[in-house]
Each structure stands twice: as C-alpha cells, then as structure tokens.
C-alpha cells in the first residue's frame, strides 16, 4: 500500500505535482515510480485512511474518504477479503466517518463518470449523459398556453423588471402576421396571454404574461408609443408571502402643527456647490499623498453628514416638546432597550417518525438549517451545509 501525499491543506503546489501523472504518458510514469497490484485487499486501504484521520491532532469537523474505482465489486470471488472490508468500513462508520464510493466506467475516460443521488432514500446513479439531460428543457422560445382576462393581472403579480417583444422577419417569416393578428385579438378582447418562457438554452422555464400595447400616434401622425407585447414575469406560489402590517395610527393635530415647527427650524437653502463628494475627494488626497510622498493623506471633511449641534442649537426645545406629544412618558427612541422586544428562540424538536414522515414524502428539504442541525444532533450526526445535512439524515435512516 503506498500513500502518494500526506494529509494537508490542499494548495496550487500539490496540484501541480498530480498533474505529472495525468494522460497516457503519466500513466506510465504512475506505472512505473509508484506502480499497482490486483492482489491487494480494500480494507487495507481504509485501515491506511483510519490511520491518516487518526494521526490529525485537530478537531475535524467532518471525515470523507473518496473513493474512485472501474470496480464496484473488488472481492467479489474472495470473500474473505470481502469480509474484512466490510468490517473495516464499520469501523469507519463508528468514528464518524463518510465513504463515497465514484464508479468510473475507465479511468481514462472523464466523460463516462457516474453521479450518484438519494432519492426517496434510494441512491440513484446517473451517467453523464442523463445527468445533462436533466438540465435540458425546451428550446428557447415562447409556448402559449392560453388567455386570461386582464383584471385578472395584479400589482403583486411583477416580481422583476419586464421586458417588450415585437416580431422580427428576418429571424422569422411570417412573425409579424402573427404577431398582428394575436396582439388585435388581445386588444379587441381585453386579455392577455399566458406563455411558457424559455430565454435561452439551458434555462429554466418561466411562466410569463404577454400584456398587448396598443400602438399611439400624435397630432402629426408621428409613432409615441409602439405596439407589442410586455413581458411580465410571473410568481410562482413560493415567491408570494403574507406580510403583517402594523396597526395604522393617525397622528393628532397638535402633533402635525409641532412637526411643521420642527421642519420650518431645519430649513436651509440648498446649494449643490456647497457639498463636495466625499469619496472623490478622498481619492484624490490619497493621490496627492502618493505624489508627495506624504505618510498620511489629509483628513477630508464629509459635508454630506447632518450638523447636529448647529439643528440642536437651531429647534431648541421644540424637539422634547415634540417627543412628549408622541411618546410614552420615559420612552427613549435612542434606547435599544425601548424597541420591539425580541423574541426568544424556539428550538423546534422532531420524533423519529416525523423525520421519516418528511422522508417518505420527500419534503426534508423544506425544513430551516436550524431544524436540521436540531435533528443531526439528536443522531450524532455531522454537517454544515444544507444538502450536507440532508444527506447525512437520508443516510442515516435508510440504514436504521
């Protein structure tokens, strides 16, 4: 068994001392400093990867082997040392320890590598072909589904800025007859379209509305608006959320006449040459202390900033005469202490069966970090990122 680099943190210097035995001519010099035997057994190889983790003096927070191999089945015709791999990855698996295992179709073909997923706590392999595949939909284009009439369109139905589309003959023939026809039918009828939208290839389809424009001339026959169609992005169900509005207070008379007091003290007359950019100004201290060799750059002045002793000296009282028309007696705006008070945090627990119960259905995903992290650690389980999480917790309950 040989160990080709000891374990560190990776860098550009250990990348470039595996690239030496990439292709066919790295191939024979792997043959040839290092060398291969079919003889050996895997659980000698996890026993060397129990030793590397061992040998690591700080706290990991994770431990992965990789495992990339045109084999599934080393020992398929010797059992004993079938045996003893599977122990040995037990072994493993008590320290905390995660295998994954790549099947690679020939080790000098990169293409034929296989991806692996859980699935409804199913591991499912994909070659790459189908793995492309699955991110392919439609070509870029729209689909029309139907009309829907525009009432029907809400304020809260633009989520992102839209877009105008008009016909074009010369990627197209006969698009602008279309287009004609469609957006004088949408007009007469008061409707707009309803389209499957797909930008451009590789893309992710979106549901859209095609709203119709009508074209507006002026006194002199002259083109002010072009007709066509918006396209308005649609929301899907996940991208629209109740908001809790606060309770709407009035504010009195006396309150209104005592802010119109406060405003009047704070007037000045505004004057764009009175206010330099700080930022540019900053710039170019910098650049004159590097022309003169200077230690430090010159301070600059922000003018953008409130003077507030100048609008304290200029409202007098009138600003705790206007905060005790407002505000509880003792209340202080400034004071943290004073605002929204903060809700403790819940910890939310979930049973074994609840956990399968999301499993079963497909929807652990939906759960928060926090919650995962709640039922890793009910398991012992380890993880930092989302999917990590979840697939430790798949894991984990396929086996048990």
């Given at each position: 068994m040989c160990l080709l680099e000891p374990t560190s943190t990776g860098g550009a210097k250990r990348g470039l001392e595996l690239d030496q035995y990439e292709g066919e001519k790295g191939n024979k010099s792997f043959k040839k400093n290092i060398g291969h035997s079919t003889d050996d057994s895997l659980s000698d190889a996890l026993w060397v990867c129990s030793n590397l983790f061992s040998d690591v003096t700080l706290k990991l927070s994770h431990k992965r082997i990789m495992l990339f191999t045109n084999n599934d089945n080393p020992h398929a015709k010797d059992s004993s040392k079938a045996r003893l791999t599977r122990t040995k990855a037990n072994d493993l698996?008590?320290?905390?320890?995660?295998?994954?295992?790549?099947?690679?179709?020939?080790?000098?073909?990169?293409?034929?590598?296989?991806?692996?997923?859980?699935?409804?706590?199913?591991?499912?392999?994909?070659?790459?072909?189908?793995?492309?595949?699955?991110?392919?939909?439609?070509?870029?284009?729209?689909?029309?589904?139907?009309?829907?009439?525009?009432?029907?369109?809400?304020?809260?139905?633009?989520?992102?800025?839209?877009?105008?589309?008009?016909?074009?003959?010369?990627?197209?023939?006969?698009?602008?007859?279309?287009?004609?026809?469609?957006?004088?039918?949408?007009?007469?009828?008061?409707?707009?379209?309803?389209?499957?939208?797909?930008?451009?290839?590789?893309t992710p389809p979106r549901f859209v509305a095609l709203v119709p424009q009508e074209e507006a001339l002026d006194d002199q026959k002259v083109q002010t608006i072009p007709p066509g169609f918006h396209l308005i992005y649609l929301p899907y169900a996940d991208d629209v959320r109740k908001i809790g509005f606060t309770e709407k207070r009035v504010a009195s008379e006396d309150q209104i006449e005592k802010m119109k007091s406060v405003v009047q003290k704070l007037r000045f007359k505004y004057r764009p040459e009175s206010f330099e950019n700080p930022v540019i100004q900053r710039h170019f201290c910098n650049l004159e202390a590097l022309a003169l060799d200077l230690k430090e750059p010159e301070e600059v002045e922000d003018l953008t900033l409130p003077k507030n002793d100048v609008m304290d000296r200029g409202i007098g009282q009138l600003a705790e005469e206007f905060l005790e028309l407002v505000y509880p007696p003792g209340y202080n705006p400034g004071d943290a202490a004073g605002g929204a008070e903060k809700k403790p945090n819940v910890e939310v627990s979930l049973g074994k069966e609840e956990v399968r119960q999301y499993l079963r259905s497909g929807t652990l995903g939906k759960l928060t970090v926090p919650v995962l992290k709640e039922v890793c650690k009910q398991y012992g389980l380890r993880g930092s990122k989302k999917q990590e999480l979840i697939d430790a917790i798949t894991g984990h309950f396929a086996e048990n």
């Open positions: 698996r008590e320290t905390e320890a995660v295998l994954l295992m790549t099947v690679i179709a020939h080790i000098t073909q990169c293409d034929l590598i296989q991806k692996r997923t859980v699935y409804g706590q199913r591991q499912i392999v994909l070659e790459k072909e189908e793995t492309e595949e699955l991110k392919r939909f439609d070509g870029p284009g729209l689909v029309l589904i139907g009309f829907k009439p525009l009432s029907l369109l809400k304020k809260h139905h633009h989520i992102r800025s839209p877009q105008f589309i008009y016909p074009d003959e010369t990627l197209v023939t006969g698009s602008t007859t279309l287009f004609s026809a469609l957006l004088t039918k949408c007009l007469e009828k008061d409707v707009y379209a309803v389209c499957r939208y797909t930008p451009r290839r590789n």
